[in-house]
Every structure is written in structure tokens, then in C-alpha cells.
């Protein structure tokens, strides 16, 4: 429980960041109502705990990468209905989804590598004090 707790507070962040980016870029995403934010943050941390299908044993990286892709656009999709938007342009929709998706993958993994290095640092630094 702690740990779906965990990524979806990681979910919920990166999905902040990524509504922020996206009022920079179109500003008009910065007139969000109460109901669009709320979902934002739902959304958010659904697809954080949708996340903890990377911890699978049983499912390949790129099994689990696909599943996770289709899962994340399906309810963004939804999200959109949701709040009466739907994309005039389902080409404009899904290359905006692309751009965000690897985008985001590009920061956890980012993240990811600067912490694996930070571990193995500090573990090398610990096996020098031991020799």
C-alpha cells in the first residue's frame, strides 16, 4: 500500500509538471477550472500507480511499456471526455500524447540514472573506507 502510495505521489508531480509545461507552451490550458485540475491530479495519480507494472516479474520491459502506453492514453482519453473536450484532431491528440509520454519517460529515467549513480558512489566510496 505504501508503495502505490509512493508512485502515485510521483504520478501526481510529474503530472503537475507536465500541465505546468503545457501552460507555458498554450497558454490557455492556464484557465483550468477546479474540475479539470481535480481530474488532472486523479489522472495523475492513476497512471503513477498503473507505474507499478514496471515492478512485475512476470511481464518484459516492453510488454509492460505497451500495456502502460495504451492504459495511460485510454484514460487520458477519457479525461478529455470527461471534461467535454474531446480532440477535434485525433492526429494532433496523439502526437501531443506522444511528445508528453516520452517526454515524462525521458525525466524518470533521467532521474532514475542520477540516483543509480549517486548509489554507486556512495557504494564505492564505503568499499574504499573498507579496504
Known amino acids: ?13 510529474l503530472g503537475a509538471v507536465a500541465y505546468l509545461i503545457m501552460m507555458a507552451i498554450q497558454p490557455s490550458y492556464a484557465l483550468a477550472s477546479v474540475r479539470a485540475i481535480v481530474s488532472l491530479l486523479v489522472l495523475s495519480a492513476t497512471i503513477g500507480v498503473i507505474s507499478l507494472i514496471f515492478d512485475s516479474e512476470r511481464l518484459t520491459f516492453p510488454v509492460a511499456l505497451i500495456i502502460h502506453l ?22 494532433i ?3 501531443t ?12 529515467m533521467t532521474t532514475r540514472h542520477l540516483q543509480v549513480t549517486e548509489i554507486n558512489r556512495a557504494l564505492a566510496k564505503r568499499n574504499q573506507r573498507d579496504l
Do not use: E, N
Not at 508503495?3 to 508531480?13: D, E, I, P
Not at 495504451?70 to 492526429?91: D, E, H, W
Not at 500524447?97 to 524518470?108: D, E, M
Open 70 to 91: 495504451c492504459v495511460t492514453l485510454l484514460l487520458v482519453f477519457v479525461r478529455q471526455i470527461y471534461l467535454g473536450s474531446v480532440p477535434s484532431s485525433p492526429l
Open 97 to 108: 500524447f506522444g511528445l508528453i509520454y516520452v517526454g515524462i519517460w525521458v525525466a524518470v
Open 1 to 13: 500500500m505504501r508503495k502505490a502510495l509512493r508512485y502515485a505521489a510521483r504520478g501526481t508531480g
Open 93 to 95: 491528440f496523439l502526437v
